[in-house]
């Protein structure tokens, strides 16, 4: 039976222990979600661990049942896939009690005592509090270099074997054999799982990477054949302009002003058509987002544009188009089917410092559905739709981006923030 030490130790960093499971699963795999709530939730799955820790239970169900409420957590929470979730929800339980393992069997040999390797005394909460103190300090490491948490996560795994292999020929302490190799082939597989998780991610990110410039052809096709209309609508209104200036001359000449108007009102029509309200600098945005401004205007979507681009950056034309071609695409793919007050877009530009920020708001009657932190498209045609945020996303990171997305009141919104550096024209 637990003293009431213990088990106030258990409540503590079992809490700490599910919160920063939590947390691996939500920085590992990229998913947004209420960290405020995922804490309170933390709690509670705490509570109820440590009264079946009180349980003659034993350890392997309690570890089951404690995973399975991870799970649930992580549905709630962010209504994302079970997957991989679970694969490394698994492996850090694993790893989490295979560092609890080494530390106690560390502090053993360093006092001479197998007291520490005995649960139900006090002694092995030692070694408890010592692995939840440097799990807090690899998050805390993990939060302020974001780039480094892969290495990291290698270290553990790496360390942990040899950690192991060491105890296992060390002899002032006696360990049982079996309990040994237990987990010398539980260290093993913690290696090889998370060298499986690169090749996963790494065969994933080629399979998205792939899906992009597939994605990204069939865009170039269809953006290419509204310029090339729209500098055929230029052309033929320039090459019938002599003709107009004759049609009102004459008009005018014989003081026919109201035919005068009528045929000026005609050519305004088709002037505006073709006329470019939006002037960014760079002739390939100006085209898209002017033809975008088109095409919203024939399907009466109202647009409003806040524009002030930096001149002579280091942004590459073809990335900007992705970002800005992608977000107004989802755009008016969400603005199609809303209602009148409803069919609304907002682009804003704006550059603060050496930081380039991009916000498009749109109208949208129900909240996008979300799969494993990416939105999902409402179309059909799967293969070609749905990868507007991950090309956005790829375009940013090329300048240490981001692309953050909400929804509330009936507005979705994406906001992309990239760093550029200014270059000599």
């Known amino acids: 039976m637990m003293g009431w030490y213990q088990i106030i130790s258990f409540l503590f960093t079992n809490g700490l222990r599910i919160f920063l499971c939590l947390y691996l699963v939500m920085s590992v795999l990229k998913l947004s979600g209420d960290r405020k709530k995922a804490g309170v939730l933390s709690a509670c799955t705490a509570v109820l661990i440590t009264l079946l820790s009180c349980m003659p239970i034993p350890q392997i169900y309690i570890a089951g049942a404690e995973i399975i409420i991870i799970m649930l957590i992580i549905r709630h929470l962010f209504r994302a896939g079970l997957r991989m979730p679970l694969f490394l929800a698994f492996f850090y339980e694993i790893t989490v009690a295979l560092w609890e393992f080494m530390i106690s069997a560390s502090l053993g040999i360093l006092f001479r005592s197998e007291g520490f390797l005995d649960r139900n005394l006090p002694e092995y909460m030692a070694a408890v509090w010592i692995v939840r103190a440097l799990m807090a300090g690899i998050a805390f490491l993990a939060v302020k270099a974001r780039e480094g948490r892969n290495r990291v996560i290698s270290v553990v795994a790496v360390a942990g074997l040899f950690g192991v292999i060491f105890l296992s020929g060390q002899s002032i302490i006696t360990i049982d054999d079996e309990q040994m190799t237990t987990w010398i082939i539980f260290s093993m597989l913690i290696l090889v799982a998370v060298l499986f998780f690169y090749l996963t991610r790494q065969y994933e990110m080629e399979k998205k990477i792939a899906d992009l410039e597939k994605e990204k052809n069939a865009l170039l096709i269809r953006d290419y054949q509204l310029l090339k209309n729209t500098y055929a609508a230029n052309a033929r209104l320039f090459h019938d302009f002599h003709n107009h200036i004759e049609a009102l001359h004459r008009y005018l000449e014989k003081d026919r002003t109201a035919e005068a108007v009528q045929y000026l009102e005609s050519l305004r029509s088709s002037t505006r058509a073709v006329t470019q309200p939006v002037w960014v600098g760079d002739e390939a945005v ?48 969400a603005v199609e089917d809303t209602e009148e007050n409803l069919r609304f877009i907002n682009l804003t530009i704006r550059r603060i410092n050496e930081m380039l920020i991009i916000k498009l708001e749109n109208g949208c009657k129900a909240a996008p559905a979300i799969t494993e932190g990416e939105l999902k498209t409402t179309k059909k045609d799967t293969d070609l739709h749905g990868w507007g945020l991950k090309s956005v996303r790829t375009a940013a990171e090329r300048y240490d981006g981001t692309i953050e997305t909400e929804y509330s009141d009936h507005t979705f919104r994406a906001v992309a923030t990239l760093s550029f550096e200014a270059v000599k024209a």
């Open 286 to 333: 100006d085209y898209l987002i002017n033809s975008k401004i088109t095409l919203a205007a024939s399907r009466e979507i109202q647009v409003n544009c806040n524009i002030e681009y930096p001149q002579h950056t280091n942004i590459r034309s073809v990335d900007l188009v992705a970002i800005l071609g992608n977000l107004l695409d989802n755009a008016l793919e």
